[in-house]
């Protein structure tokens, strides 16, 4: 097997956490502990003060006591990354998906553990990270080349194609200090995108970026892993992007690596464990409510859609319209049902409360998060609608194509299609157009 071009060896990464106790005395107490603060300082620096017992005078000293607390950023985490690889880090908030990419840039050290990278990185995980704010768009441009090891003659090279993907020819001898984070974000991807380094270690600081900028650095990063073979780890909360983005998926959980392995399957395993499979409701006495909605993770995982909603009424609904609306994060609706739209399967009843279940079998939609919304109604007086009451994480059966773009570049659905070729030559011949100019030709 070939040599990992990243080794990460029981990395572990802590600090230290200071809890200062309050104090919630006056003005005259705060002008005391300031008074006394050269004399505490004095009698530290001496340990055979260290053992004299405190006075009542001594009460300040009391409320600038602080508590130290350990906090394990990363828990022995191993990990091999072999070249042209592309990984998604996932994991909730606090993680530790960020610390890993620090450390592997060697922003911060590591507590414990090793890591080694052969070849050349580029990082891109805050904004303004590597930017001089002095300097110019310009300058900075050829001193993130040479941080990066790169030649004067290539940088010069690939100067014209950073500054027309980053856009920002007009602010280019304006130092970055005024730029706004957008522009950092542009410029920054550009240079590292372009400047052929070996590694890519990206953050979400992508998110920072209009919606048009992001199709394009999505677009790029497909061209530099799948053409270029280039190893980029990527971290994001957008399961869509990492879905049709990455092979390889690394989860984390409050510090400890959890599982690793082919990115489908990490996020089904993420999906299940992080997102609620349903959400209960407080029961309205006065009016038709809804008051549960579940989801089905297991269907889900199967490609099939399964929702089930619970309603309650003060009095029989004749019959009872329990429909769903699914949308996309940003509040796009994708599709929605109800029984009114199936008359052939649904069965009216009179109750005053029950469960409807609505199943969708293969579910076309694209990677990604959307929300679930619920309604119920009674013909046409509606009563009660849950926006976004659930929020699910869906992966498709069939495995992604390697370039498929992003779920915002191509919208939710994945229809079904037929295309037909026709050949323009054999349109020619069934006109004699063919036959025209032979014979032209022949006189």
Request: aromatic letters at 8%; glycine letters at 8%; proline letters at 6%.
């Amino acid at each position: 097997m070939a040599q990992p071009v990243i080794s990460i060896q029981g990395v572990s990464k802590r600090y230290m956490l200071a809890h200062k106790k309050a104090s919630v005395d006056g003005l005259r107490h705060v002008l005391e502990d300031l008074a006394c603060a050269p004399f505490r300082a004095l009698r530290d620096a001496f340990p055979k003060n260290a053992t004299r017992p405190v006075s009542n005078n001594g009460a300040s000293n009391i409320r600038r006591q602080s508590t130290h607390e350990e906090f394990w950023a990363l828990k022995d985490v191993n990990l091999d990354v072999q070249a042209g690889e592309v990984v998604g880090i996932i994991g909730r908030n606090g993680a530790g998906k960020s610390t890993l990419l620090k450390i592997l840039s060697r922003i911060t050290e590591p507590t414990k553990g090793r890591v080694s990278i052969t070849g050349t990185v580029a990082s891109l995980l805050e904004v303004g990270t590597g930017f001089h704010p002095e300097l110019t768009g310009r300058e900075n441009i050829f001193l993130n080349g040479a941080i990066l090891g790169m030649p004067f003659s290539d940088i010069r090279r690939k100067f014209d194609e950073i500054v027309a993907f980053a856009e920002i020819e007009q602010f280019l001898d304006t130092p970055v200090k005024h730029y706004s984070s957008g522009m950092y974000v542009r410029l920054a991807f550009a240079v590292a995108a372009h400047l052929e380094s070996q590694i890519m270690f990206i953050d979400e600081v992508l998110a920072v970026g209009d919606a048009q900028f992001q199709k394009k650095c999505l677009g790029k990063l497909h061209e530099v892993s799948s053409n270029q073979g280039r190893t980029v780890l990527f971290v994001s909360h957008n399961m869509g992007v990492v879905a049709s983005l990455c092979s390889k998926g690394v989860l984390l959980r409050r510090g400890e690596l959890v599982m690793t392995g082919a990115v489908r399957d990490v996020l089904e395993y993420y999906g299940r464990e992080g997102a609620p499979e349903r959400v209960e409701f407080q029961i309205d006495r006065t009016r038709p409510c809804i008051t549960k909605v579940e989801v089905d993770h297991s269907r889900l995982m199967q490609g099939d859609f399964v929702v089930e909603v619970s309603f309650s009424s003060p009095f029989p609904l004749n019959p009872p319209i329990v429909g769903v609306v699914v949308s996309t994060l940003v509040g796009v609706p994708v599709f929605a049902t109800d029984p009114l739209m199936h008359p052939d399967d649904f069965e009216p009843q009179r109750l005053r409360a029950g469960t409807a279940r609505v199943v969708v079998p293969d579910l076309p939609l694209h990677p990604g998060q959307y929300c679930v919304s619920a309604f119920i109604a009674e013909q046409s007086a509606p009563y009660d609608y849950r926006r976004d009451a659930l929020v699910f994480e869906f992966v498709p059966r069939r495995p992604i194509a390697a370039k498929c773009p992003s779920i915002e570049s191509i919208g939710a659905l994945i229809v079904q299609a037929r295309w037909e070729l026709e050949d323009d030559d054999m349109v020619g011949d069934s006109l004699g157009i063919a036959d025209c100019v032979d014979e032209s030709c022949a006189h």
